[in-house]
């Protein structure tokens, strides 16, 4: 099992350019997190699934959008990138029942010019 | 909003030193999490405490739920150079879920 997968590692993006972000998991899981982590700040929910098909807003939701049209993926997607999105992005999966241990990939380290 | 309060932020010890990390809140939660995070890495779930009053031990580390489940420790006996890493604490609130408040997280560097 692979677990939980990001894509890409780094990426540079230019002030207003717009990419997506792929985060896959193998572990069935229902549930999946897209976080920003930034120095001193700890991770902050950008937005969450609850199952596929599914999407709901975290804690720092503006400028990002998400699609969970498949259970195994969760995409994450900035339309007009700014330089305050410049962070490391986390994509995290759980089971829906059981314990609440959320799995999380390797992170994607965005830089925004 | 609930908000957890971590610290210290930053801790540089010698091998060997016991250490203590502190996460506060004036929030309630169901259950609390500690997460150890490698440079280059997610996070990785160490341990759930969920009734307050709970003590849990992973060898050398011993984590503290407090009573009114607001706040939590995690010290560490003896500290190894491989003990360096982020220590992140975790809220988890009362919806289903299954969101998480981090707190600001502590880089430990325990040099040899």
């Known amino acids: 099992n692979a677990g939980v997968t990001q894509t890409p590692k780094f990426r540079v993006l230019k002030t207003g350019q717009s990419m997506t972000l792929l985060c896959a998991q193998d572990?069935?899981?229902?549930?999946m997190y897209w976080y920003r982590q930034d120095p001193g700040m700890g991770l902050r929910l950008i937005h969450y699934?609850?199952?596929?098909?599914?999407?709901a807003k975290g804690e720092v939701p503006d400028g990002y959008n998400v699609s969970r049209l498949k259970k195994q993926n969760f995409l994450l997607g900035l339309e007009s990138a700014a330089p305050s999105q410049t962070s490391v992005y986390f994509c995290a999966s759980r089971r829906d029942r059981g314990p609440n241990e959320q799995f999380f990939g390797p992170g994607t380290r965005l830089t925004v010019l | 909003t609930q908000l957890l309060e971590q610290s210290p932020q930053f801790l540089s010890i010698q091998e060997g030193e016991n250490l203590t990390v502190y996460c506060n809140s004036s929030s309630v939660f169901s259950s609390l999490q500690w997460y150890r995070q490698e440079p280059g890495e997610g996070p990785v779930l160490l341990v759930t405490?969920?009734?307050?009053?709970e003590v849990k031990k992973l060898k050398r580390l011993t984590f503290q739920f407090g009573d009114a489940r607001k706040d939590s420790s995690l010290h560490i006996t003896a500290a190894q150079p491989g003990d360096t890493g982020l220590y992140l604490c975790?809220?988890?609130?009362?919806?289903?879920?299954?969101?998480?408040?981090f707190g600001q997280g502590t880089t430990l560097q325990v040099k040899p």
């Open positions: 405490v969920v009734t307050g009053g």
């Open positions: 572990m069935n899981h229902e549930y």
């Open positions: 975790a809220g988890v609130g009362s919806s289903n879920t299954g969101k998480l408040i």
């Open positions: 699934s609850v199952g596929e098909g599914t999407t």
